[in-house]
């Protein structure tokens, strides 16, 4: 069975970060390009954050660049979301995405980051 599981959302205060966490099972991870989406109260998903799969080439949201880093690492199936400068205006449920040409797109739960002082 096709899983992502994500995990690491919480409730920071402006300035402070997060490291969310998604690890996957039941597929080829290796394989996949890997991201990361959130949505807001009220507001359409958006893509965040890409990373190849062998984790080399990574792709940013302009509102993101700077403050977000994406990782993974194939040995443990699992990637990573640090969100470090956090804004009011991250606040959403993250989800974690994987995603390969010809094959079927695979999503996770979400997890909830809220920021708010």
């Known amino acids: 069975q096709v899983q992502l599981v994500e995990s690491g959302g919480g409730l920071v205060q402006p300035g402070g970060s997060l490291r969310l966490s998604c690890v996957a099972s039941?597929?080829?991870?290796?394989?996949?390009?890997m991201r990361w989406y959130r949505q807001a109260p009220g507001k359409e998903r958006e893509w965040v954050a890409t990373?190849?799969?062998?984790?080399?080439?990574?792709n940013y949201l302009d509102s993101v660049k700077g403050r977000f880093t994406i990782s993974r690492d194939n040995a443990k199936d699992t990637v990573y979301l640090q969100m470090n400068s956090l804004k009011p205006d991250d606040t959403a449920v993250y989800y974690c995405?994987?995603?390969?040409?010809?094959?079927?797109?695979?999503w996770g739960q979400g997890t909830q980051v809220s920021v708010s002082s």
């Open positions: 990373v190849s799969s062998t984790g080399s080439v990574t």
């Open positions: 995405n994987a995603h390969q040409i010809r094959r079927p797109t695979y």
């Open positions: 039941g597929f080829a991870f290796s394989t996949y390009t």
